[in-house]
């Protein structure tokens, strides 16, 4: 059966960073462009960036509101992808789903993983 | 950036009647939409792509239907199950993917 697993949310003062994974199973993650998308609490969806696969140079794609904070990798050897969040602000709190992105539409979603960021 | 206006923010139908939920773009996107449903505690899930094309699981009373600006998700014959989020998403302009805020699918 193929599902994405996050981890590595928690809680996390304002300032401070936090890597989140999401691990694939069932599947190769390399063959496929995975995203990163968030959900603030009791909001709609915002899409945060975007890894594309190999054969795609590879090229990372972030959002307005996270460039230059955070850093989309991915370990194809772990068939896992990374979020690393830095200077993180209050209004990152949300669940960050890691989902998979074939041909643009959004397919697999894993379950999500709480970020909280507050003093 | 392209931005998506859903509506209505909340529908309320009656349990086998049809729910239409429109979503708006800003400019167009061709047929490059797909639709989520969401429930409570769950993450999304793909309901429609290339505006009308079904994702695997979703039964044919749900239908999709549009392009360039205007855009319908249509559920007939409405089931306590159907009682959801449900989001649009445009993927024509890249990088940068947009979300329209939402409609809550209430079942009476």
């Given at each position: 059966?193929?599902?994405?697993?996050?981890?590595?949310?928690?809680?996390?003062?304002?300032?401070?960073?936090?890597?989140?994974?999401?691990?694939?199973?069932?599947?190769?993650?390399?063959?496929?462009?995975?995203?990163?998308?968030?959900?603030?609490?009791?909001?709609?969806?915002?899409?945060?960036?975007?890894?594309?696969?190999?054969?795609?140079?590879d090229?990372?794609?972030?959002?307005?509101?996270?460039?230059?904070?955070?850093?989309?990798?991915?370990?194809?050897?772990?068939?896992?992808?990374?979020?690393?969040?830095?200077?993180?602000?209050?209004?990152?709190?949300?669940?960050?789903?890691?989902?998979?992105?074939?041909?643009?539409?959004?397919?697999?979603?894993?379950?999500?993983?709480?970020?909280?960021?507050?003093? | 950036?392209?931005?998506?206006?859903?509506?209505?923010?909340?529908?309320?139908?009656?349990?086998?009647?049809?729910a239409?939920?429109?979503?708006?773009?800003?400019?167009?996107?061709?047929?490059?939409?797909?639709?989520y449903?969401?429930?409570?505690?769950?993450?999304?899930?793909?309901?429609?792509?290339?505006a009308?094309?079904?994702?695997?699981?979703?039964?044919a009373?749900?239908?999709?239907?549009?392009?360039?600006?205007?855009?319908?998700?249509?559920?007939?014959?409405?089931?306590?199950?159907?009682?959801?989020?449900?989001?649009?998403?445009?993927?024509?302009?890249?990088?940068t993917?947009?979300?329209?805020?939402?409609?809550?699918?209430?079942?009476?």
């Open positions: 059966e193929e599902h994405l697993v996050e981890s590595g949310g928690g809680l996390v003062q304002p300032g401070g960073s936090l890597r989140l994974s999401c691990a694939a199973s069932g599947f190769n993650l390399s063959d496929h462009y995975m995203d990163w998308v968030r959900q603030a609490p009791g909001k709609g969806l915002e899409w945060v960036g975007r890894t594309r696969n190999r054969t795609n140079s090229l990372i794609e972030y959002a307005a509101s996270v460039k230059g904070r955070f850093t989309i990798s991915r370990d194809d050897s772990k068939n896992s992808l990374y979020l690393q969040m830095n200077s993180l602000k209050i209004e990152d709190t949300a669940v960050y789903y890691c989902v998979t992105n074939d041909y643009g539409a959004l397919e697999m979603w894993g379950q999500g993983t709480m970020v909280t960021v507050s003093s | 950036e392209t931005v998506l206006t859903q509506t209505p923010a909340t529908l309320s139908v009656s349990l086998g009647e049809r239409t939920l429109s979503c708006r773009a800003s400019r167009s996107v061709r047929s490059n939409l797909a639709w449903q969401q429930k409570p505690g769950q993450a999304p899930r793909l309901v429609f792509y290339g009308g094309t079904r994702a695997t699981d979703f039964p009373r749900f239908r999709g239907s549009g392009s360039g600006t205007e855009f319908t998700l249509t559920i007939t014959s409405l089931q306590p199950e159907d009682s959801a989020v449900y989001y649009c998403q445009q993927y024509d302009y890249w990088p993917y947009t979300f329209g805020q939402g409609t809550k699918l209430e079942i009476k």
